[in-house]
Nanobody, 123 residues
Framework: QVKLVESGGGLVQAGGSLRLSCADSGLTFSVYDMGWFRQAPGKEREFIAAISLDGRTNYLESLEGRFTASRDNAKDTGYLQMSNLKPEDTAVYYC?????????????????WGKGPQVTVSS
């Protein structure tokens, strides 16, 4: 059974970096693509990045270059490295697993979700 457990959120100053981790405690990580989303207060959950089983990545164009998704299938863990963070990056960040091949860019395409740590970027 897939259970995604996230870690690494917190408070950081503008210009700083954070790395989020997303571990699959059900040890089934190698059967699905992984996506990352975020949701700011009063806004819809938006796609950030995705990484396929074989490591191909897709990013929200405006974030490419600052955010990097990666995965270690041997450790059943995915990562989102965030650098040069800005106050507008403040949000709850979610990892998600996509097994049934739904849309890569929309929440409806994902089958499993982490609970989402808060990331707050101070100015």
């Amino acid at each position: 059974q897939v259970k995604l457990v996230e870690s690494g959120g917190g408070l950081v100053q503008a210009g700083g970096s954070l790395r989020l981790s997303c571990a699959d405690s059900g040890l089934t990580f190698s059967v699905y693509d992984m996506g990352w989303f975020r949701q700011a207060p009063g806004k819809e959950r938006e796609f950030i990045a995705a990484i396929s089983l074989d490591g191909r990545t897709n990013y929200l164009e405006s974030l490419e270059g600052r955010f990097t998704a990666s995965r270690d299938n041997a450790k059943d863990t995915g990562y989102l490295q965030m650098s040069n963070l800005k106050p507008e990056d403040t949000a709850v960040y979610y990892c998600a697993g996509r097994e049934r091949g739904g849309s890569l860019y929309y929440t409806e395409g994902y089958d499993y979700w982490g609970k989402g740590p808060q990331v707050t970027v101070s100015s």
